[in-house]
């Protein structure tokens, strides 16, 4: 069966091509900006050769029942617009995607909102969105016959990659800056089975050092540069969507790194609206931590024309990233969408990760700025209390620990940082008590935390 119905298209200079013609680092020949799929003929199909969109609607709600593997992938069964396999029976999967979608009322209550949400991507099989790239661009790895694939990681599509490639019998390389990323991604690369090489260096650097590599040994890329990553974390926009009966929200809000995960969203929804399956498109948002903001550097300068990279610091190691490289993709969905880009400091990622713990959620770092811009967007008037807005979380809690252990026992944010959040760190932190192993000692410890 070939179900292959996809090009590449350069964000850049336009340049069409056919998947397997792409360079080894993703980059267009003619201009060296990214590519992007484009799949043939749904923009020139009218009437009754364009899918049905109530048919497509009921059949991927159908497949929640199937019994069939691919059906209980939450990207795969969505595979009418992902077509970008020769056969689907090359998927590689570990069921993916299909993650909750939670209100989050008090934290509503508190912003004076009615409607909002938490789109947990944290729930996926490797405690990441990254699963939901992975899906879709380790199985075109896969049916192309590679034997070893590679990233430059933060942590997390390390994690991802290395699981996915140990289900489909692949070798894989990882490249983390040292020190730099948080245990719980380090010991899922490790555990994994991946070759896992620690650089003296940052994010970007490691980056740079994989785009050599990948130019000179036959080993497939996995980094969001290549463009089979953002067909699988688009789905992400076709659960929400079906979550509201395909009434999309008003607003959604997105952390940005590398920015590939705001722009495949935007794709997302961009392509459920070009084939008449929804109304509108929500407005996209992407929050960036203050030390590590060159997109939103970016739209200071130039409304997001330019971009110059940052050397980046922040706690939120995820999003360490100072050069990200689909910026101008995401630049191009924050405008199209009417949405804002905004940074946070490293106080505010901290209080909005205890909130949403406090919710019974909680996130990874980098997830909790998307509230912390709401907090932010909400004071400016730029979020009304009727909107509905959804959060996109994008890592589990447990991928790093130590910056939640170290919140609560008070040694994460410095006096210069506490200052002026007092109270809110305060009321958000419950460091845990040593007692006597006596049921007055632990009765007593209950009353101190009244
Ligand atoms: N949130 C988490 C938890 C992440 O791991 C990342 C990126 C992002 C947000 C930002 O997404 O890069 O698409 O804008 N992590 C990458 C990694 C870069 O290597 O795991 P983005």
Redesign the pocket.
């Known amino acids: 069966m070939n179900d292959n119905l996809h090009q590449l298209r350069c964000i850049g200079c336009g340049e069409l091509i056919s998947g397997s013609d792409a360079l080894p680092d993703f980059r267009c020949a003619r201009c060296g900006d990214l590519f992007e799929v484009e799949y043939a003929g749904w923009s020139q199909r009218h009437g009754h050769d364009r899918p049905n969109p109530g048919a497509l609607k009921w059949l991927w709600r159908e497949r929640r029942s199937s019994l069939e593997t691919l059906d209980q992938s939450g990207v795969w069964r969505f595979r009418e617009l992902l077509p970008i396999l020769d056969s689907f029976g090359n998927a590689v999967t570990l069921r993916e995607g299909n993650t909750p979608l939670y209100p989050l009322i008090r934290t509503a209550k508190t912003l004076g909102m009615d409607k909002l949400f938490a789109k947990h991507q ?1 729930m996926n099989p490797t405690g ?3 699963d939901t790239g992975m899906t879709a661009a380790l199985s075109v790895a896969h049916e192309r016959g590679f034997e070893w694939v590679a ?10 990659m290395a699981a996915y490639a140990a289900r489909a019998g692949l070798r894989s390389l990882v490249l983390i800056p040292e020190g730099k990323i948080a245990w719980g ?1 380090l010991s899922q690369a490790m555990d994994y089975g991946a070759v896992t090489c620690q650089l003296k260096t940052d ?1 970007d650097g490691c980056v740079r050092v994989l785009t050599e590599i990948v130019l000179e040994a036959p080993i497939y890329l996995l ?2 540069v290549n463009p089979y990553r953002l067909e699988g ?1 688009k789905t992400p926009a076709f659960e929400i969507a079906e979550a509201f009966d395909w009434t999309v929200p008003d607003h959604l809000i ?11 969203l935007g794709k997302g929804f961009r392509e459920l609206y070009e084939l008449g399956l929804v109304a509108r498109v929500p407005r996209i948002s ?1 929050i960036q931590a203050e030390g590590a903001n060159p997109l939103v550097r970016s739209f200071a300068a130039s409304n997001g024309a330019a971009m110059e990279p940052v050397e980046a610091h922040t706690r ?1 190691t ?2 360490r ?1 100072g050069n ?1 490289a ?1 910026w101008r993709k ?1 630049a191009r969905v924050i405008k199209e969408t009417g949405g804002w880009c905004l940074d946070v400091t490293e106080t505010e990622i901290a209080i909005a990760k205890a909130e949403l713990g406090a919710e019974g959620l909680g996130c ?1 770092p ?2 909790a700025v998307t509230l912390a811009g709401l907090k932010k967007l909400r004071a400016d008037g730029k979020v009304a209390p009727g909107e509905t807005v959804v959060l996109l979380l ?2 589990h809690t447990l ?1 790093d620990a130590d910056y939640t252990i170290d919140f609560h026992r008070g040694t994460l944010l410095n006096e210069q940082e506490i200052a002026g959040h007092e109270a809110d760190v305060n009321a958000l932190r419950r460091n845990a008590v040593s007692v006597d192993a006596t049921p007055s000692a632990v009765l007593s410890a209950l009353k101190g935390s009244a």
């Open positions: 944290g990441s969105f990254k990233c430059a990681s933060t942590g997390n599509t390390s994690a991802a991604k994010f980094n969001s974390q997105v952390p940005g790194g590398n920015l590939a995960n705001s722009s495949a992407v939120a995820a999003i990233i990200p689909s995401a990874e980098a997830s994008t890592g991928k």
